[in-house]
């Protein structure tokens, strides 16, 4: 049934309804500028994809082709963009995405700006031209009001300033998730992406704290099946998988290490950690 016809069930973001009723979501991060995987990655169960777009070759039209190409099928597609600004934020929306994840969220202000960028007036500053991404979503009511209740706009913790200006950030009407960027994070705090640093644990911990205090939900990376576990144990509801490449790599490591084949791959960040799987 198409979404226009009398009887269509109401168009929503499944990811934002999973997370209302409490459940916890795991997305994918697409690595590659490549629509294949991302459109198998979509398949796969995952919740969401995340089009990663500051740190990978992912351009603006292999997105709206990701967009298109995951119609129908269930993980909703969400992307990153490298800046934080309003034209940037919002060729991504007009893109179709419905869910927009800013790095380096340093103060109140720049979550302002996020917010203001996923919204329409009077809410926010959204520009209308949205054409391609109500072909994507044929709301009944419309795609404006649709995206006004649908799109998610997350704000990525992962630097000492914005630790400084938690509070305030937390506090902003607009945002919906607070991800903490526990590498970024990492080596802002002079740890060289080591994970394993009670300083930093402690400061994950108050990034989520504050996201829960402020009625945000709160995500980090969680990288393996336990790491799911353990943090859904936590109550963080927002989780980000691996990206294609890992889990390739998985897959490579369980079909070729039992016939003695398999060449494992140092991760980017060497020792210490800090490699495209755990930002």
């Known amino acids: 049934m198409n979404a ?7 168009m929503t973001n499944a990811v934002k309804e999973k997370l209302r009723r409490g459940e916890t979501v795991v997305g994918m991060m697409v690595w590659s500028d490549n629509v294949e995987s991302a459109v198998l990655g979509a398949q796969l169960g995952f919740d969401y994809l995340w089009v990663e777009m500051e740190h990978s070759p992912v351009s603006l039209q292999t997105l709206r082709n990701i967009v298109l190409g995951t119609r129908g099928l269930p993980a909703v597609p969400f992307a990153r963009p490298p800046v934080n600004e309003l034209w940037t934020v919002k060729r991504f929306l007009d893109a179709g995405v419905l869910g927009v994840i800013t790095p380096f969220t340093r103060t109140g202000d720049d979550a302002r700006r996020l917010a203001a960028a996923c919204r329409y007036p009077p809410a926010g500053l959204r520009g209308c031209g949205s054409d391609l991404a109500a072909s994507r979503w044929p709301a009944p009511g419309g795609y404006h009001d649709f995206a006004d209740d649908n799109v998610l706009a997350i704000a990525v913790i992962e630097c000492v300033q914005g630790l400084a200006n938690l509070e305030e950030i937390a506090a902003t009407p607009g945002i919906d998730v607070l991800f903490v960027g526990t590498s970024d994070l990492s080596f802002s705090m002079g740890f060289r992406g080591r994970q394993d640093e009670p300083a930093l644990q402690a400061a994950v911990e108050k990034v989520a704290e504050a996201a829960r205090r402020n009625g945000k939900w709160v995500g980090r990376p969680a990288v393996t099946v336990a790491d799911v576990q353990k943090f859904r144990e936590a109550g963080y509801q927002f989780l980000m998988g691996p990206t294609e490449l890992g889990l390739m790599s998985a897959g490579a ?9 398999h060449t494992p791959i140092p991760p980017a960040g060497g020792p210490s950690g800090g490699s495209a799987y755990t930002r």
């Open 4 to 10: 226009n016809e009398p009887g269509a069930a109401p």
């Open 253 to 261: 490591a369980a079909y070729l290490g039992p016939i003695g084949k």
